[in-house]
């Protein structure tokens, strides 16, 4: 397969059969934190499609133009999360800059994007999966899209459970989980959509 | 050997590029240049370095808005009419405002940030409260567990306050209290006098300011406080003035007292002064010398429980049970209470059965 296509169906295996939320289930922290409204579950959504898309390109070239050729391959865990934590920090500046009040409302989740496993994932898998520097990005935003209709799905179906009648034990974080697992399943049916390696 | 240096070193070159980035992006994003904020229609106009909360930079600019836990959104003190430019309210101030005050554009100043040009609306008085250096210059026990403490104003020099007003001292972080916190104590001292203010602070069990003052301040000490502050002050009017206090709620009815004599006011005045027992009683030299200056003046002490060895011959009882002899002309008094809340109240119930206007009654509660 040409270079482009392969790109191309590795970004919507990372939205769809390969959510990095629904099936490996990084990221489950903020994704039940945030997820009780619609909408700042798409700004956390977004911010995070932001910093997975340029952090996949950032550490791919980190990891093969720095890491690889002075032999510190070991030292990739280090190395990501700091460019994760430099990148963060930005959006973060950006953030509060033009949407004062989606700041506030992400509050203390948006630092933690920093050590969001969903995006550390993705730069650990695309290493393992051996990735391009075009197929990298594309799975960064991938994931990040994926992750981000994963959690304002389920932002609106926790806007309407607000309303609902819950059995009073699975209240909260219980009927979150069930959502998320039946939410997953769901998401399973899309797996004979396309093969990912 | 050699890659343990590589690695240190290229992580090191990597974190370092990396907070160049970061460095450039902070000057540019949090860079809100100059903002114009107008206070009251343009009454006055501040040019200030944007990117600060709005209280911190109108303390900056010498308006001190009262505020309690010092800018961190938890006491709701630091409310400010913002008309233009405070940009969508945010959940951090939800809570500490109703619905009216919604309506009216009432802001946190602590949570405001300044982004741009802002048109603010702050009542005019709070143009005076300034923020004052002070040294303690005496420190005395008027009555058990009641401290007076006498404050001489180093920067600026002096306070101009109404007779009755009071102030907010600065008590520094010390054992257990993390943070300054400030509180409020009204001046006992006379208004002609702003150059030295006397406060007096009753010891109250577990309280951080007042265990700070009884046991940790010294004499010569420098301190912070900010003011004046408060609506407790002697009208102009021909009325009777009738004085209630119990506690060191007398602070503020002594600094009145002062200024009827200083004023050569000639009101008929009463004082009544709710005490326990003997020894609770302070100021009584004070007194006396007030009384040589003001001819109308009757000070009428009540104690509630005087001890036996004590010799109590004066009235027993509550402020509220002397209170209906000495009120002869109801709709002619001018009441100023002072003390604890339940006493208060009561005193203010009292005199409105007794047919004294609402609006002649004035008090301040010490909780």
Known sequence: MELG????VIFFAAIFTNNILLTNFLGMCSFLAISREVKPALGLGLAVIFVMTCTSGLNHLVYHQLLVPFGLEHFRFIAFIIVIAAFVQLVEMVIER????LYVVLGVFLPLITVNCAILGVCLFMIIRNYSFVQSVAYGAGGGIGWTLAIVAMGGIREKLAKAKIPTPLEGPGISLIIAGLMALA?????????MQ | MVSVFVGILALSALAGFLALCLETADSYFADYGECRISINEGDRELVVQGGGHLLGILTDEGIFIPSACGGRGSCGLCKVKVSEGA??????????LDKKEIEDQVRLSCQVKVRNDLAIHIPPELFYIKEFTARISGLRDIAEDMKEVRLKLVDPPVMEFKAGQFVQLRIPEYGDSDEPVYRAYSIASPASKGEEIHLIITRVPQGIATTYV?????EGDETLLNGPHGEFYLRDSERDVLLVATGSGLAPIMSILHHLADENIRRKVFLVFGARRMGDLFYLEELNRLKERIPDLKVVHT????EEHEQWEGPRGRVTDVIPDLVKDPS??????????AMVESVEQQLTQMGVPKEQIFYDKFA
Request: proline fraction near 13%; glycine fraction near 8%.
């Open chain 1, 98 to 101: 033009y949407s004062p009040v």
């Open chain 2, 332 to 341: 002619n008094v001018e009441a100023y209470i002072c003390g604890n809340p």
């Open chain 2, 214 to 218: 009884h046991e940790h301040l010294n």
């Open chain 1, 187 to 195: 998401f399973m049916g899309f797996s004979g959509m396309i093969q």
């Open chain 2, 303 to 306: 104690l509630s429980r005087p």
């Open chain 2, 87 to 96: 940009g969508p309210l945010l959940p951090t101030e939800t809570p500490y």
């Open chain 1, 5 to 8: 296509t392969t790109a191309f």
